[in-house]
């Protein structure tokens, strides 16, 4: 370990004499250039012209066409591939096969004939609106949709209302559930004052993120009627409702009864004539084996 420093200190020394002496040789070498050319000057220029002009023209011919058909930026070259890349990815067939969905914000309801394969969900993703937009605007019950059928596509999701005389922006959104102000934001709703918002019977008004509500379904009152239990008679199976009011749930595999609710507290009575055999639930499970 000790011997590192002074090795150290030896390869220095070293370096610096040599490159001492290289300098001197390469002054020394220079001189002798520098003397023979200045004192040979303008004996050798013609011939040196010269050969450089041929040198030069035959590198040009040789790596000419070379340098032209790697030069990345010739014009030319780009031109033809891109030409190339058009031509062999022309489909004629292409646009008759796909529909293409302008991305700028529509101003109206869409026409649109349904495809084999098409769901409401694909078409609402396809239009960017809800799958509800599209069944409240067709007035449709279900997702059952079929080929060739025509769908009205609104252009935002929500509802399409149309004006009814009386009607004022407020009381729309307030029946779609939505506020005021995102019908005036709509920039495709018209107004018969910009200043008031006020409407024209029978426009078509867009109201956004509108949703209609199901209409719940109403039971009727059932009419009292009553059956004679007779015992020991067989019964008619013509059954009778026992009771009036409204039905709360109807027979499954677990509840295999009708629930009949009435705030009026009617008086129940038997469905039908015939012996009360059995009083109970009897709840039978579905065979899964």
């Not at 220029?45 to 790697?70: D, W």
């Not at 396809?126 to 025509?150: C, H, M, R, Y």
């Not at 507290?265 to 009897?282: K, M, R, S």
Request: glycine fraction near 4%; charged fraction near 15%.
């Amino acid at each position: 370990m000790q011997d590192i420093p002074l090795f150290l200190v030896f390869l220095r020394e070293y370096i610096v004499q040599k490159t001492l002496v290289s300098s001197k040789q390469f002054e020394a070498i220079k001189d002798i250039i520098v003397s023979f050319l200045i004192a040979k000057r303008g004996k050798y220029s013609s011939s040196f012209l010269n050969s450089s002009l041929i040198i030069l023209v035959a590198i040009a011919i040789v790596a000419g066409p070379i340098i032209a058909e790697n030069n990345p930026f010739s014009f030319t070259q780009q031109y033809d591939q891109q030409n190339q890349s058009s031509v062999v990815s022309y489909n004629p067939y292409e646009t008759a096969l796909s529909t293409v969905i302008s991305s700028k914000p529509r101003d109206k309801v869409e026409n649109y004939i349904i495809k084999s394969g098409d769901t409401l969900a694909s078409i609402g993703k396809k239009f960017g609106v809800s799958v509800d937009t599209i069944k409240w605007a067709n007035d449709l019950k279900n997702d059952t949709i079929k080929p060739e059928q025509t769908l009205k596509i609104p252009p935002v999701t929500g509802v399409v209302h149309t004006v009814v005389s009386g009607e004022t922006v407020y009381s729309i959104a307030k029946k779609y559930k939505t506020s005021a102000q995102n019908i005036v934001n709509f920039i495709f709703n018209d107004f018969a004052d910009i200043d008031t918002f006020a409407l024209r019977s029978g426009q078509l008004l867009y109201v956004p993120d509108g949703v209609i509500e199901p209409k719940q379904p109403k039971y009727a009152a059932m009419a009292p009627q009553y059956a004679n239990a007779i015992a020991g008679v067989r019964g008619s199976t013509n059954f009778i409702w026992p009771t009036t009011g409204i039905i709360t749930q109807y027979p499954t595999w677990y509840h295999m009864a009708f629930d009949i609710a009435s705030n009026a507290l009617p008086p129940v009575i038997a469905a039908d004539t015939g012996t009360v055999t059995f009083a109970g639930c009897i709840i039978r499970l579905p065979d899964v084996s």
